[in-house]
């Protein structure tokens, strides 16, 4: 059973709270539901935040919206972000010594947390405090909830819109436009089919600037394997991306991915691609910096990734005037019998969020902060910025003058530390794409329109040859809601047996499917035998069991939501 020490000191600290804020009226213990901040709640303060993802553009609120933000609510956020392993270093130091920030991102580190009896129980607190949390999360608010066992709210899931709207898709199998429009645009349905445009390609251009061309390359620092190479080959095979499991749709019974045969035969075409070489050779040993350092001298002709991974290194293509050294995306599968779910609508997932740890100075202030860029005024200032200045209002629309969307196009990263647009994404709850605020115009920059004005000639080309006006159109995307959402968001235990018994199947999978890919083709299948009797030993099927065991527990707790 889970520790309540996290309720008894929320209990306690609101407790305390409460005498402090007793004599305030209700109008500035609450604020206004359009989440402008009351003079009471302007006082300046700081908290301090660490956050699990990394953050290269931070500039200390000094940019437009942050000092926008402070202005209004008089908070300033004294942050750390992580700059590697998605934090767990530094993470599992905080927890060894007691010693926490006010606030935290803690990604998939919120169970060790819990258990620790570091995060706040912000249920109360949101129900006082938070009219504009509540709003947004509607009819989803039990989603939010820790675990049916222990049905707390530890984190505010803001790394995923509410009711979002896919519009575009931003993954999948890339190639440079410029290859495919030198090869007249082929089909591009099968990794056959993939393979055979890179090779075609690389035939006629074994080098590119003096270098030599890379056909394909891929992404294997640390986590990042999961992006590149071994989550497509779920996704190759039909299957939505789970994290390191595969759902059964029907029953609802969880596999790890790795066991299922055809994505061995995934693995057996990457191995393939290696013998052939078409791999880049050191696709396993390159760090992510050397990963997008190719992909930016324009050599780099395929990958196999999500856009938000080598986005930088796409926007130095865009910067140095390269529109048609970046990429184009591809539903691809293993054969033409599977179909690509990237684009399968999850709901509201809990996804990642920021929590009020037992350290911070005044919850309730936090909470207030956090409620503030959940309004509609918030949600706004942190997508589009501040008008006049980033967008203009006309005739009632939104519209975004064509020099600040150059900026966005070509000098990303520059125009995101001085506006502040981008940076504050998880910093409270929001809506997805394609929801409407009460004027009528869309909460974020994401749809069809601006979607198609953003696109390069070379990326309108391409999809023009392939009869699309964004790369969604290429995509399947007539799926039903799947009912557990995304399944890497979900808690998992951090006692007992299965965080041990995952963790050597984390560790023999990422020391076993390189050493596939990488072997000579005749050696490929002793290699995948060893791994398969490695993770059964490893104990296998209690890990598989515990996991069903909570996905079931999932939609017990999400059960009757829509």
């Known amino acids: 059973m889970k520790s309540k020490t996290p309720k008894t000191i929320t209990m306690m600290l609101l ?160 190639i440079q436009h410029q290859a495919l429009k030198e090869l007249g645009y082929p089909k591009i349905r099968t990794v056959k089919d993939y393979e055979k ?79 052939i070489g078409l791999l880049d050779k050191d696709a396993f040993v390159q760090k992510s910096d050397q990963y997008k350092s190719k992909i930016a001298s324009g050599r780099v002709i395929g990958l196999i990734d999500q856009e938000w991974n080598y986005s930088e290194a796409e926007n130095a293509l865009r910067q140095s005037g390269k529109d048609e050294n970046t990429y184009a995306h591809f539903p691809v599968t293993l054969t033409e019998e599977y179909e690509n779910h990237d684009l399968q609508p999850i709901g509201f997932d809990t996804a990642y969020g920021i929590g009020i740890t037992t350290s911070c100075k005044d919850p309730v202030r936090a909470i207030k902060f956090l409620d503030f860029l959940a309004s509609e005024k918030g949600q706004i200032l942190r997508n589009w910025g501040i008008e006049g200045k980033h967008y203009n209002l006309v005739d009632g629309k939104r519209v975004v003058p064509e020099e600040i969307q150059d900026r966005k196009n070509n000098d990303n990263a520059a125009f995101t530390k001085e506006s502040g647009i981008g940076l504050y994404w998880i910093w409270g709850p929001h809506y997805g794409d394609g929801v409407k605020d009460s004027t009528g115009n869309y909460y974020t920059t994401s749809y069809p329109e601006q979607i198609t004005a953003n696109y390069s000639d070379a990326e309108k080309a391409s999809l023009k040859a392939y009869n699309a006006t ?17 399944a890497y968001n979900m808690p998992v235990p951090t006692d007992g047996n299965y965080q041990v018994i995952y963790q050597k199947m984390e560790d023999i999978v990422r020391k076993r499917i390189p050493e596939a890919i990488l072997a000579s083709p005749d050696k490929f299948d002793s290699i995948y035998d060893t791994m398969l009797k490695d993770l059964e030993t490893a104990g296998l099927k209690e890990a598989e069991e515990t996991y069903t065991g909570l996905i079931k527990n999932r939609l017990e707790l999400w059960n009757g939501e829509k």
């Not at 394909?216 to 190759?236: E, F, Q, R, S």
């Not at 964004?470 to 995304?486: L, S």
């Open 15 to 174: 407790a305390s709270l409460m005498l402090v804020s007793a004599g305030c009226s209700k109008e500035s213990a609450s604020g206004t539901d359009d989440g402008t901040a009351t003079s009471d709640d302007n006082t300046p303060i700081s908290f301090s935040f660490f956050g699990g993802d990394g953050s290269p553009n931070w500039n200390n609120m000094k940019d437009d919206v942050g000092q926008e933000i402070t202005k209004a609510t008089g908070v300033s956020i004294n942050a750390e972000y992580a700059v590697s392993n998605g934090g767990e270093d530094k993470m599992a130091l905080m927890i060894a010594s007691g010693d926490f920030p006010d606030l935290i991102y803690p990604k998939g580190e919120v169970g060790k947390f819990v258990d620790a009896g570091a995060l706040i129980d912000l249920t109360e607190l949101i129900d006082k405090y938070g009219p504009n949390i509540k709003k947004v999360y509607g009819d989803y608010f039990n989603r939010i909830k820790y675990s049916l066992d222990d049905p707390a709210i530890y984190t505010i899931p803001t790394n995923m819109g509410v009711d979002n709207t896919a519009f575009d898709a931003t993954a999948g199998f890339e």
């Open 197 to 275: 445009a890179l090779q075609d390609y690389v035939k006629k251009h074994p080098t590119t600037n003096g270098q030599p061309t890379i056909p394909l390359t891929l992404d294997a620092d640390d986590w990042k394997i999961m992006i590149t190479v071994t989550n497509p080959a779920v996704t190759a095979t039909g299957g939505p991306d789970d994290g390191e499991y595969y759902i059964d749709p029907k029953t609802h019974e969880a596999k790890f991915h790795f066991t299922r045969p055809e994505e061995r035969e995934y693995f057996r075409w990457l191995n393939h691609m290696n013998d």
């Open 470 to 486: 964004t790369w969604k159109d290429i995509f399947p995307h007539d799926f039903p809601v799947k009912e557990w959402g995304a």
